[in-house]
């Protein structure tokens, strides 16, 4: 089971759009608010996608209202914040007192509400009108979510060390994560026209897709939402995920361990090998650690290692040594230090950490992401009984 120390949040930011509705046009759009008129004069902030990271555009709110303009080529989705009063907004210090999410699409978007943007409400567009259909559709299990995420954030360090605190928190976490995706999957295959469920599909599959379970949702898709800009980019991270799949040869792979020396994932042929992505930065890497070292004592004799690929800074060699030693990892370990860029990372489609995948003594791909218990009861199950 994966504990929510090792979680990463996504955005909820989905759209539903009937299914006979064809992918908008470019064009010009405008977002129009109208939100409480007690609202002390401040900013609006749009946040799209951009080359470096995100585009910025700002508004002035007076009186609760505020207008954005501008053109896309494409739908696209964005973050709508509303900064506290008197204080600027910058990436660095993102300290809006609000935020939601909208489409930015032909036509004109109205941002509603009788108070602030929290409650607020998207009319006006057909993306935005099917957004707020489906917030409410998942409004019950996104809820339990973040609940369950809220409750694990404030509670005292001495009660996330309780095993069977954790467990109980994890077991509610996969309960409403799995009733919110399976919407989410029920949404997909009904409307296969809407450029809202590629959006869905991202989410679905979140950062590290099964291929397996995304590969067939993306392939129901209308042509038109598959071969989009966005849809072609995603189908290049599914054919990148189906390489590093269940059942399929891991990637080779050689990078330099600690000293200097070449390692290659070849070096591992004839054993069973975790591969492993960490670095020394990541939080949740280092609160797992500990059960890695402990599951690799523990099969150290059957036929097992572990294969550390660290992504660490290319400044950051010292702490990634120290790491090592401190949290006690006695396997082999390699790092380009090129970070992000890991040319190891870059390989298996790696865009969070920590990730994992287990490689069988042909090379085969036995499973992948099996942190917690499931490390434990896997490695327990597949690997050959230690002679006596």
């Known amino acids: ?216 949702l993306f392939a129901g898709l209308a042509p038109a939402v598959r071969q989009s800009p966005r849809g072609e980019k995603y189908a290049a991270k599914i054919a990148k995920a189906q390489l590093t799949s269940v059942g399929a040869m891991a990637p080779e792979f050689t990078q330099n361990d600690v000293n200097g020396k070449p390692v290659s994932l070849r070096d591992f042929r004839g054993k069973y090998v975790l591969v492993d992505f960490w670095a020394s930065w990541c939080g949740p890497c280092r609160g797992e650690n500990p059960n890695v070292v402990a599951n690799y004592n523990q099969f150290k004799n059957r036929n097992f290692t572990v294969l550390g690929v660290s992504l660490d800074r290319e400044n950051g060699r010292d702490a990634w040594l120290k790491a090592i030693d401190a949290d006690g990892l006695a396997w082999t370990q390699v790092s380009d230090l090129k970070f992000w860029k890991n040319d190891v990372a870059q390989l298996y489609g790696i865009q969070s950490i920590p990730q994992n995948f287990l490689v069988g003594p042909d090379g085969r791909i036995v499973a992948k992401n099996i942190r917690g218990e499931e490390l434990g009861k896997k490695l327990a199950a597949v690997l050959p009984v230690a002679a006596q």
Do not use: C
Request: proline share 7%; net charge positive.
């Open 1 to 216: 089971m994966k504990t929510l120390r090792t979680r990463y949040a996504l955005p909820v930011a989905l759209a539903l759009l009937a299914p006979t509705l064809s992918l908008a046009q470019s064009g010009a759009y405008t977002v129009q608010g109208q939100l409480s008129p007690k609202l002390l004069p401040t900013k609006a902030y749009i946040l799209t996608p951009g080359k470096e990271g995100f585009d910025i555009d700002s508004a002035t709110v007076q009186k609760g209202r505020f207008t954005f303009k501008g053109n896309v080529t494409a739908p696209v989705l964005a973050t709508l914040l509303l900064a506290k009063p008197g204080r600027a907004f910058t990436l660095h210090r993102p300290a809006p007192s609000q935020r939601m999410q909208l489409y930015l699409e032909p036509g004109t978007v109205r941002v509603l509400s009788p108070d602030s943007l929290t409650h607020a409400v998207l009319a006006g567009t057909p993306l935005n009108l099917d957004y707020m259909r489906l917030r409410k559709t998942t409004q019950a299990t996104t809820a339990q979510m973040d609940a369950v995420m809220a409750e694990w954030r404030a509670a005292p360090e001495e009660k996330r060390k309780d095993k069977a605190y954790e467990a109980q928190i994890d077991k509610r976490y996969d309960a409403a994560e799995a009733a919110n995706k399976l919407l989410l999957k029920q949404f997909i295959q009904t409307t296969p026209n809407s450029l809202a469920s590629l959006y869905a599909l991202e989410d679905y599959g979140g950062y590290s897709l099964d291929a397996n379970e995304v590969a067939p």
